[in-house]
């Protein structure tokens, strides 16, 4: 069975740093490109951040450039978001999902599994 566990989520004030970690079980980790996810209240998901099944290749947001990193460790089965810099409006729950199909990473609809999601909460 696959599973996907997100952690690492809080309340944080604006310039503050978190890293959220997934977990990752019941597959060939290292096989798949892997993508966090996050949706804010009455926000369609958005796409965040890509990471290639060899780690080498990284997709990120406008939004989040520079400010987050991706990352994984395949020895581990677990996908990192090392998120700096937080403002306001990147409170929102994030999700790790395992990429199931071919298309753009940043789709929703290319993703088969989802973890169930860690809330990340910037408030002064």
């Known amino acids: 069975e696959v599973q996907l566990v997100e952690s690492g989520g809080g309340l944080v004030q604006p310039g503050g740093s978190l890293r959220l970690s997934c977990a990752a079980s019941?597959?060939?980790?290292?096989?798949?490109?892997m993508t966090w996810f996050r949706q804010a209240p009455g926000k369609e998901r958005e796409g965040v951040a890509y990471?290639?099944?060899?780690?080498?290749?990284?997709g990120y947001a406008d939004s989040v450039k520079g400010r987050f990193a991706i990352s994984r460790d395949n020895a581990k089965n677990t996908v990192y978001l090392q998120m700096n810099g937080l403002q306001l409006e990147d409170t929102a729950m994030y999700y790790c999902?395992?990429?199931?199909?071919?298309?753009?990473?940043?789709?929703?609809?290319?993703?088969?599994?989802w973890g169930q999601g860690t809330q990340v909460t910037v408030s002064s």
């Open positions: 999902a395992r990429k199931g199909s071919a298309g753009y990473w940043y789709r929703p609809d290319n993703y088969n599994y």
């Open positions: 019941g597959f060939t980790f290292s096989s798949y490109g």
């Open positions: 990471v290639n099944s060899g780690g080498v290749i990284t």
